[in-house]
């Protein structure tokens, strides 16, 4: 399978040198690579931008009764799985692909 050609942007940050030092020194412990910096970074963000997501989802349903949430949740779900069967896309998660 290869990887989407994905469009990239360019920042500049600024951190500390203790942060600096440490991502530097933990990708040189697992074999960093070029490249490798922003793909940490970018893996990063990516999971505190979830993290922060679940958070204020669970914030927004914190006084919904547990049976109404299960409700909502397997509603959702079949949405998702129809949309995904419809576009192919589901199809290597059944039973017996793979």
Same mark, same amino acid.
């Not at 600024?14 to 922003?38: E, M, P, Q, W």
């Given at each position: 399978?290869?990887?989407?050609?994905?469009?990239?942007?360019?920042?500049? /940050?600024?951190?500390?040198?203790?942060?600096?030092?440490?991502?530097?020194?933990? /990708?040189?412990?697992?074999?960093?690579?070029?490249?490798?910096?922003?793909?940490?970074?970018?893996?990063?963000?990516?999971?505190?931008?979830?993290? +922060?997501?679940? +958070?204020?989802?669970?914030?927004?349903?914190?006084? /919904?009764?547990?049976?109404?949430?299960?409700?909502?949740?397997?509603?959702?779900? +079949?949405?998702?799985?129809?949309?995904?069967?419809?576009?192919?896309?589901?199809?290597?998660? /059944?039973?017996?692909?793979?």
């Amino acid at each position: 399978m290869t990887q989407p050609v994905r469009e990239t942007t360019r920042w500049n /940050l600024a951190i500390s040198r203790d942060t600096d030092i440490a991502v530097r020194t933990y /990708l040189a412990r697992t074999g960093f690579k070029k490249g490798d910096l922003s793909n940490f970074v970018e893996m990063a963000v990516r999971w505190r931008v979830f993290d +922060q997501t679940v +958070q204020e989802s669970r914030l927004g349903f914190a006084d /919904l009764a547990e049976a109404e949430a299960e409700s909502l949740l397997d509603e959702a779900l +079949q949405g998702i799985r129809a949309e995904m069967l419809a576009e192919g896309k589901l199809n290597d998660f /059944l039973p017996g692909k793979g």
